[in-house]
């Protein structure tokens, strides 16, 4: 049982561990299986125990003591006999398609939350600045989707200039929108005019059943275009 605990620790669970190849580079190879008696079909849904072929994959875990992990998963493939075709059995704790496990997500948010530096993420996780970007953008939009409600009766929207545009020397805005009441951030789109807020916001309020029955302009800037005409019916 304690094996088979920190083997659940290190791999992830339904895997069980073949060998392991610890190299001084400090990167660890994780050699796993998955053992199943069968797998449904993601097409039709039906349970199959009859195995096509395997092939292994390589995803990079969450680092241990420093060391970067590596799985290496010896996946099977089974036929489904109703599809007449093949299929990979998925692997929880892996979204398909994937090359790093979501706990390998959620370990980089943590490290970008609390670390120094998005450069000493990148180095402690070993990857590049574009992934961690990436990865970082993709769990903050999970985090905030998780926390969405629909929208509230009164909305506020501010614009803050958040950069410069050195080609056309022109300052670039943000609108930020908020449930007034509660003081909640509820979105961010880039530009302040009608049309920057047209998809993202007024789409989405149109198709709400609670559309927001009031609208308050937090700026102060006088050229801004945002107006409120008329209850449930939003426009700008
Ligand atoms: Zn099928």
């Avoid at 292994?56 to 060391?67: F, T």
Wanted: net charge positive.
């Amino acid at each position: 049982m304690p094996l088979r605990t920190l083997s659940n620790f290190i791999l992830l669970p339904e895997l069980n561990l073949l060998s392991i190849r610890v190299f001084k580079n400090k990167q660890g190879f994780y050699r796993c299986e998955k053992v199943s008696g069968f797998e449904v079909c993601p097409r039709c849904a039906t349970p199959s125990n009859t195995i096509y072929d395997h092939r292994e994959v390589e995803v990079k875990d969450a680092p241990i003591r420093g060391k970067s992990v590596y799985l290496k998963i010896k996946k099977r493939r089974f036929f489904c006999k109703k599809c007449k075709n093949p299929f990979t059995e998925p692997v929880p704790g892996i979204k398909k398609g994937k090359r790093c496990t979501d706990r390998f997500e959620r370990e980089l948010l943590h490290a970008c939350e609390n670390y120094q530096s998005l450069s000493r993420v990148r180095k402690v996780f070993k990857c590049s600045t574009a992934y961690v970007y990436k990865a970082l953008y993709h769990q903050l939009e999970l985090k905030r989707r998780m926390n969405l409600y629909p929208w509230p009766k009164t909305i506020g929207i501010d614009e803050h200039k958040f950069k410069r545009n050195k080609q056309l020397s022109i300052a670039e805005f943000a609108s930020i929108i908020v449930d007034y009441n509660n003081k909640r951030v509820m979105e961010l789109v880039e530009g302040k005019t009608a049309a920057g807020l047209a998809k993202p916001v007024i789409e989405d309020l149109c198709l709400s059943e609670n559309s927001c029955s009031e609208m308050v302009k937090i700026s102060t800037g006088a050229e801004n275009t945002y107006s409120m005409i008329g209850s449930n019916n939003t426009q700008f």
